[in-house]
């Protein structure tokens, strides 16, 4: 039997909590998760041109303005990919309203914990 592999882009400007996801989502026995990183918007539009992940997931700090005009860009080039936006806990209303300009959802980076991450 073949397992699932979800496809993760992870879009992040500010390295400190990249490696925490991906050792969290790469831990995972099912589905198993290939994630790719990038911390451009350049980067980001190689990736989807190369590629079609499942999932993108973009951590709005670090960006201007919160990350949202990011999401913008993002929904943009790839409207069809949902995205999973991840903020620290002062920042969770950009979250909300990265949810409500169209991300799948949200989740608290410095709450997150590998079930959550995984759902």
């Given at each position: 039997m073949?397992?699932?592999h979800v496809r993760v882009l992870l879009v992040d400007a500010d390295s400190e909590g990249i490696s925490r996801f991906i050792e969290m989502l790469?831990?995972?026995r099912a589905p198993r998760?290939?994630?790719e990183h990038t911390p451009t918007i350049a980067g980001a539009e190689r990736h989807l041109r190369d590629s079609r992940p499942d999932v993108i997931l973009l951590e709005l700090s670090g960006w201007?303005?919160?990350?949202?005009?990011m999401l913008?860009?993002?929904q943009a080039i790839a409207p069809a990919i949902p995205i999973i936006v991840t903020a620290p806990s002062d920042q969770e209303h950009?979250?909300?309203k990265a949810v409500n300009q169209g991300a799948q959802d949200y989740v608290l980076s410095d709450q997150v914990y590998d079930t959550l991450l995984v759902r």
């Open positions: 073949g397992s699932t790469q831990a995972q998760f290939q994630v201007q303005q919160g990350g949202l005009p913008a860009l993002l950009t979250a909300l």
